[in-house]
C-alpha cells in the first residue's frame, strides 16, 4: 500500500479495536461543544476533532436555559439543562425560578413544560407540575402560581390555556377560567390578575384578547375593554395598565400596538405612541416606557424593534439601539436594560440573542454572553441574568462552516479557516487538511468547492484546484487527491462528478472516470478506487450506484455489486465492503438501506440488519459497524438516527443515544465516539448537531482519615489513576464503568484497612471510605512526692501532648510510639532526668519520677532507734518552729518533722 493512503487511513478510518459490547455511553459527553447548524463532517485526531458542516458559532452546551454572570457575561455550565424551548421565567422571591415552555426533560428527569429550579441552580426533584402543550407566561402571586398557555390539561386535570397551582407543592387549583384560545400574558397588581392573549370568552363570559380577574374570589373584575387583536404584553405600573400586541383599536379608540388603560375604571388613556408594528415586550422604570418588538416607528420617531417612550408625552425619547431583529423580551436591573431576541446587532455592535443598553444614554454595553439563538424570556437575580428561549450554547466562538475541538477539554481551539458556505468532507495528508464542500472562499481567498488547510494553524496554501460544482467527498494519496461530487469539470478539462487531482500542482490528473451523477463517496484501498452515489454509468459503463476502479488507470473493474437506488456511504473490513443508502436491493437481493458485499466477487452477503430508513454515514469500529442515518428502527430494535451493529450477527448492540433527526457524519476512535448532523436533541438532552460519546463513566470518590493517609486505586483499562499513589480524599470524575479495587498502604503506628472493591455501573457513584485506626497502648506515670507536677510529650496525635499534670496520671488508648515525660522543678529537690519510651501496640509503659531532697539520703546513725532527725538547729526535745518542708530522708523514705511539742518516752 503505498504511503499516502497508509496515512489517510490512519487519520480519517482511524479504526476502533477490542472493545467489547456496550463500551460506548449512550449519554453525550457534557463538556464537548456544540454547534449552531448541521455538523456533515469529522475528521479525528489523537489530540483534535475537526468539524465541518453548515454552521457559524460553536459553544459549550447550556441548553435553552442559562444562568449567566452579570459582570462577567459568563455561563454557568453546571446549570441545568433543558431540553426544549423556555419561553417564560417567573422569580420563586427565594432565588430560584419557574419556568415554563415547550420541554420535556430537566437534566435527564421528565417535566413537561413546567419546571421548579432551585437556587443553587438544579431541578427541584420534588416539584412536578405536568402540563400537556406550551406555556407562555407565568405570574406568582404569594404561594399560586399562575401558569398561561396553550394547552388542555395540567396535572392530567382538564385545564384549557389557564390554571393556578400552589407554588410550593404544585398541587392544581379549582380554579378554571377556562378561555377558549391561548393566553400569552400574565401581570399582577393591586389584587387583580391581568390576563392577555388570543381568546375572545374566558370564565363563560365574552373578553375580548384582554381580562382581569379577582385573585381573591377567582371571579371575573367587571374592569372591562373591547379590543380588536390579541395581546402579546402587560405591564402595570402607577395605577395604568399597559398593553402591547396585534390590536389597532382600544374601546373603539386608534391605538395602534400598545395602549395604556386605567386600571381603576378603566378608561383609555390618550397616551398614544402609535407604533407601526407588533409590540412584543413592556418594562417600566420611573417615567420611561421600554418596549420592545417588531416595529420601526414608534412614539412619533424612527425606532428599530426597540424604543423608550416617555410616560407623560407618549413620544420616544433619543434612546436608539436599534436590533437588526425583533426583540421578545426585556429586563431592568438599575441602569441597564437587558434584552432578549432574534437579533445578532444592536446599535451596530454584535450581539447575538441577549444584549445589555445603558437604560439613559442607549450605547451597548461591552457585557456580551453571544447566545446561538432566539432568547424568549429574561430574568434577573442579585448575581446572574437567567435567560430562556431557542438557543442551544452561550459564550460561542465565531467559526464559518469548520471548526477544531480540543478532543481533552471539547472546547474550540483557535483554528478557523473560515469558508464562506457549507463544508461536505475532510481528508487528511501528513498535516494538510483537505476540504471539500460547496464553498467558494476559504480563509477570505477564492477557493472553488475544494482547499487544502494546514491542520495545525489553519492556514489556506496554495493548492487551489478550480472547480464547477460542489464536492462531496475528498480522498488523497502519494500524488492525487481523489475528488467526487456534483462537478462536471476540473480546470478546463471535462470532469464528470469523479475525478482525480494532482496533489502538487492543483491541475486536474489524467485520471478521467466520468460518471452520470453524483458521486457521494470515494477511497482507495491498495491499488483500486471504489466509489458510490447515484450514479448508473461509470466511462459510459452501466455501474448502479457502485464502481471500482484501477487507481492508476481509472480502468474500470468488472466489480460490480449494483443497487436499485443511492448508496449514499461504504466502510471496508477485511473482504467485506459494508453499504449503507437509500436502496431496497443490493446486488440483486433485498436489502432495505443497508447491506454488504463481497470485495471480491461483489456478492451480497447474509449481514442484514434492515433499517425502516435511509442511511448516510458508516464508520468501523473494531468488530461492530456504527450506521447512521434517518431510521428510527434497526435489526429489530428501535434505534433513533444511530445505531451500532455486531460485524458478524448483524445484530444491534445496546448502545442507544436516541438523536431526534437525521445523522449524517460519524467518527470513531479508540477513545471517541463523534456524532455529527442534523438532529435537534439526543439523549433527551436537547443537544443538537454534534454529540461525543466516550466509553461509558461514572464517579468515583475515595476519602480517608487521617488525611495523610496514602493509597492506591485500579479500575478498567483507561482509567487515569490506575496503580498510581495518591495522599488524601480524591475525585474522579468521568471514570468508566468497571471493577476498581482500593488498596490502602501502610502507616506506622496505624493498622491498615483491608482492600476493597465495587462495580462501577454507567452514570454511576462509587465511594470508598477508609480510615486508618491508630494502635494504642497505656501509659502510667507515678509520682514521688504525689504533689510532684511534670509534662508528658507523644506522637503528633496523642491528645495530651505538652500538658502539664500533678500526681499520678495512666492515659488509656495512647497511640504507639516514643514518649517523653519531664518534671517540673520543686525548691529544695533535685528535678528527676526526662524519661523516654516506647509505646508498642497493645503495650503498658510506666515511667516513677522520683524528685529527692537536696540534701542527699543516707543511713540512720545508730540504726535509727526511732528516732527522726531534722535540720540541725531543731531541737529534738522541743520543735515548736520548724521551717516548712524541712525533711529528713533515710534510706529513701522521707519523713515529716510535724511542728509540735511532745515528750520523749524513754
Not at 431540553?83 to 421528565?110: K, L
Not at 480540543?406 to 469558508?419: E, F, L, R, V
Not at 494504642?776 to 507536677?789: D, L, M, N
Request: hydrophobic share 40%.
Amino acid at each position: 500500500m503505498i504511503r499516502g493512503i497508509r496515512l489517510f487511513l490512519l487519520a480519517c478510518f482511524w479504526v476502533a479495536c477490542g472493545y467489547a459490547v456496550g463500551e460506548w455511553s449512550s449519554v453525550p459527553r457534557s463538556t464537548t461543544w456544540t454547534t449552531d447548524g448541521q455538523v456533515l463532517a469529522i475528521l479525528q485526531t489523537p489530540t483534535t476533532v475537526y468539524i465541518g458542516g453548515n454552521f457559524s458559532t460553536v459553544g459549550p452546551f447550556t441548553g435553552t436555559l442559562a444562568s449567566i454572570d452579570k459582570t462577567t457575561g459568563v455561563a454557568d455550565l453546571d446549570f441545568a439543562k433543558v431540553n426544549g424551548p423556555v419561553i417564560a421565567i417567573e422569580s420563586d422571591g427565594s432565588g430560584g425560578w419557574y419556568i415554563g415552555g415547550v420541554f420535556s426533560a430537566i437534566d435527564g428527569m421528565e417535566r413537561t413544560s413546567l419546571a421548579h429550579i432551585l437556587s443553587d441552580g438544579t431541578l427541584d426533584t420534588g416539584w412536578n407540575v405536568e402540563v400537556d402543550g406550551v406555556v407562555n407566561a407565568l405570574c406568582l402571586v404569594g404561594n399560586t402560581l399562575y401558569i398561561g398557555g396553550d394547552f388542555v390539561s395540567v396535572n392530567e386535570k382538564p385545564r384549557t390555556n389557564l390554571a393556578a397551582v400552589n407554588a410550593s407543592t404544585g398541587v392544581l387549583q379549582d380554579w378554571n377560567p377556562a378561555p377558549d384560545f391561548f393566553v400569552s400574558a400574565l401581570a399582577y397588581a393591586d389584587g387583580i390578575l391581568y390576563v392577555g392573549g388570543e381568546f375572545t370568552h374566558i370564565a363563560s363570559a365574552s373578553r375580548s384578547y384582554l381580562a382581569a380577574i379577582d385573585t381573591a374570589t377567582g371571579n371575573l373584575a367587571g374592569w372591562q375593554v373591547a379590543l380588536d387583536g390579541a395581546v402579546k404584553a402587560i405591564a402595570v405600573a402607577n395605577g395604568t395598565v399597559y398593553i402591547g400586541g396585534w390590536f389597532t383599536t382600544v374601546d373603539t379608540q386608534p391605538r395602534s400596538y400598545l395602549a395604556a388603560i386605567d386600571a381603576s375604571t378603566p378608561t383609555v388613556s390618550p397616551w398614544n405612541p402609535g407604533a407601526n408594528g407588533l409590540v412584543q415586550c413592556i418594562a417600566i422604570e420611573g417615567d420611561i416606557v421600554y418596549v420592545g418588538g417588531e416595529f420601526s416607528q414608534i412614539g412619533g420617531a424612527a425606532r428599530n424593534r426597540l424604543a423608550a417612550i416617555s410616560v407623560s408625552s407618549g413620544t420616544a425619547t433619543a434612546w436608539d439601539p436599534s436590533p437588526n431583529a425583533p426583540v421578545d423580551s426585556l429586563c431592568i436591573v438599575g441602569d441597564t436594560v437587558y434584552s432578549g431576541g432574534n437579533f445578532t446587532s444592536v446599535g451596530g455592535q454584535k450581539r447575538k440573542g441577549i444584549a445589555a443598553i445603558n437604560a439613559t444614554t442607549g450605547e451597548i454595553t461591552p457585557w456580551d454572553p453571544s447566545a446561538d439563538g432566539h432568547v424568549k424570556a429574561v430574568a434577573a437575580s442579585d448575581d446572574d441574568i437567567l435567560i430562556g428561549g431557542y438557543f442551544h450554547t452561550v459564550n460561542g466562538v465565531e467559526r464559518n462552516h469548520l471548526a477544531a475541538l480540543d478532543k481533552a477539554t471539547g472546547a474550540a481551539t483557535a483554528w478557523n479557516p473560515n469558508a464562506d458556505s457549507t463544508v461536505y468532507a475532510f481528508a487528511l495528508y501528513e498535516n494538510t487538511i483537505y476540504v471539500g464542500g460547496n464553498f467558494t472562499t476559504v480563509g477570505g481567498v477564492p477557493r472553488n468547492y475544494i482547499a487544502a488547510v494546514s491542520a495545525s494553524t489553519g492556514a489556506v496554501f496554495s493548492w487551489a484546484p478550480v472547480l464547477n460544482g460542489l464536492v462531496y467527498t475528498v480522498y488523497p494519496t502519494d500524488d492525487k487527491v481523489f475528488v467526487g461530487g456534483l462537478f462536471t469539470s476540473i480546470g478546463t478539462s471535462p470532469r464528470q462528478y469523479l475525478g482525480a487531482i494532482d496533489r502538487v500542482t492543483g491541475q486536474p490528473a489524467p485520471w478521467s472516470a466520468n460518471a452520470n451523477d453524483a458521486v457521494y463517496q470515494v477511497s482507495v484501498i491498495g491499488d483500486t478506487v471504489y466509489a458510490c452515489g447515484a450514479f448508473t454509468q461509470i466511462n459510459s459503463n452501466s455501474r448502479a450506484r457502485l464502481a471500482a476502479l484501477r487507481a492508476d488507470t481509472a480502468d474500470l473493474l468488472s466489480w460490480n455489486p449494483g443497487a436499485n437506488q443511492a448508496v449514499r456511504c461504504f466502510v471496508v473490513s477485511g473482504s467485506t465492503m459494508y453499504v449503507g443508502g437509500h436502496f431496497t436491493v443490493l446486488g440483486g437481493t433485498s436489502r432495505h438501506c443497508l447491506g454488504a458485499v463481497d470485495l471480491t466477487s461483489g456478492n451480497t452477503t447474509s449481514w442484514n440488519p434492515s433499517p425502516n430508513d435511509s442511511v448516510y454515514t458508516l464508520a468501523l469500529a473494531g468488530d461492530k459497524i456504527l450506521a447512521g442515518g434517518w431510521f428510527s428502527q434497526i435489526a429489530g430494535q428501535s434505534r433513533a438516527g444511530a445505531a451500532e451493529i455486531d460485524k458478524s450477527s448483524g445484530q444491534a448492540t445496546p448502545w442507544n443515544p436516541k438523536f431526534q433527526g437525521q445523522v449524517i457524519a460519524i467518527s470513531a476512535s479508540d477513545t471517541a465516539l463523534f456524532v455529527g448532523g442534523s438532529f435537534s436533541s439526543v439523549a433527551s438532552e436537547g443537544r443538537p448537531h454534534l454529540g461525543e460519546f466516550r466509553s461509558p463513566t461514572g464517579s468515583v470518590t475515595v476519602e480517608v482519615a487521617p488525611d495523610t493517609a496514602s493509597w492506591t486505586l485500579t479500575g478498567p483499562a483507561g482509567f487515569e489513576g490506575n496503580g498510581q499513589t495518591y495522599t488524601g480524599d480524591r475525585t474522579f470524575a468521568e471514570a468508566p464503568v468497571g471493577v476498581y479495587t482500593w488498596t490502602g498502604m501502610s502507616m506506622s503506628g496505624y493498622s491498615t484497612p483491608s482492600s476493597q472493591t465495587q462495580t462501577l455501573s454507567d452514570s454511576g457513584t462509587l465511594l470508598f471510605e477508609k480510615v486508618w485506626q491508630r494502635q494504642t497502648g497505656t501509659i502510667s506515670v507515678h509520682t514521688s512526692p504525689g504533689t510532684a507536677t511534670w509534662t508528658i510529650t507523644g506522637p503528633d496525635d496523642f491528645s495530651a501532648n505538652g500538658a502539664s499534670f500533678q500526681g499520678d496520671r495512666t492515659f488509656s488508648n495512647a497511640p504507639v510510639g516514643s514518649y517523653t515525660v519531664q518534671g517540673h522543678s520543686i525548691t529544695g529537690y533535685a528535678t528527676p532526668t526526662a524519661q523516654t519510651q516506647s509505646l508498642e501496640a497493645g503495650g503498658t509503659v510506666t515511667f516513677t519520677l522520683t524528685w529527692t531532697s537536696s540534701g542527699g539520703t543516707g543511713p540512720v546513725p545508730g540504726g535509727c532507734s526511732g528516732k527522726a532527725f531534722g535540720p540541725a538547729h531543731i531541737s529534738h526535745e522541743t520543735a515548736t518552729s520548724i521551717p516548712s518542708a524541712d525533711l529528713a530522708v533515710f534510706a529513701g523514705v522521707t519523713f515529716v518533722i510535724l511542728a509540735a511539742k511532745r515528750k520523749r518516752t524513754r
